[in-house]
């Protein structure tokens, strides 16, 4: 009875494929008039292992302060003339989780290279391959981080973290956190807008496991599948009791009505209205007949996506790879022998 409940709860708990796409398909459309012409990079900022006991007990707060120190750091950086000397803008999207749906809080921040000059009148390309130096990333946003962490009077502390209550025992339990390197990582850059919106597709809308990860729940146990990063990112099972998976998912349940996906710099929501069409404006706008064939391609594209029988537009709800179909697909039924 108890694993029926638990499978019950299993279902209930990951959301509809149709939901999730759907999300995902009208934020990108959103988003799409807003892709500047150049190209985007993808930088990374981690929260160390050792935090990880304090954001679970403190949610709304940590990844709150996770959202500001790492905009900081890179609105700061990038306004020094010494590394960029430009106004950035960018959003962020908060993931809490790892390939074995352990706890790993960061954010995936998607900026594009480059930015409005002070005065406003000119575009500043980077002079750096990866937009912005890590390494300089890394410390700032250490000690924002920490130093906001010190200031903080929301924190809520329980069970084995009741001693950090008290102000002199925190403070020495954030003191090592200072002589480690934290994790800022920046990918190599996508292509142009078209790669962005490839990109947009994996990362803004995803949960902690997708249904196409998961291979069998058979006998109170979930085998799913997950990448290790650390052998050249091969695939791999694991398998796990069914309160086990339970208590790892829900590690990753936000706060109610909690903001994951935020604007900062000239694309936070009060400037964006003012500072995207200067931005336009100031980059070299891409050819005219490319933009032709596009619209026209997407005019064509309309009329073929019409129901066979009532030939009603019909609407791109998923797209499955031929492995996911046949995972998806029901069991067949088995007849009674004749």
Known sequence: MHALRASRHLVQLLPEPECQTSARERWIAARRRELLPTRYVHVVFTLPRELAPLSLQNKRVVYDLLFRASAETLLEVARD?????????????????????????????????????????????????????????????????????????????????????????????LRPLFRKDWVVYSKRPFGGPEYVLQYLGRYTHRVAISNHRLISFADGKVTFRWRDSAHHNEQKLLTLSLDEFLRRFLLHLLPKRFVRIRNFGFLANRRRAT????????????????????????????????????????????????????LRSPPLPVSAAA
């Open 81 to 173: 003339p010494k590394h960029l000397g430009a106004e950035i803008g960018f959003f962020s999207v908060l993931h809490t989780w790892n390939q074995k749906l352990g706890l790993h809080p960061h954010v995936h921040c998607v900026v594009p290279a480059g930015g409005l000059s002070p005065d406003r009148k000119r575009w500043i390309k980077p002079r750096y391959a990866f937009f912005l130096p890590v390494k300089v990333l890394s410390r700032v946003f250490r000690g924002k981080f920490v130093a906001a962490l010190k200031r903080e009077e929301r924190l809520r502390f329980q069970g084995s973290l009741t001693p950090l209550a008290q102000p002199k025992t925190f403070a020495a339990w």
């Open 275 to 326: 500072s995207l069409p200067l931005c336009f404006q100031l980059l070299p706008s891409p050819s005219a007949p490319q933009a032709r064939q596009d619209c026209s391609t997407t005019d064509g594209a309309k009329d073929l996506w019409r129901c066979p029988q009532c030939a009603g537009p019909m609407v791109i709800i998923e797209r499955l790879t031929p492995a996911e179909i046949q």
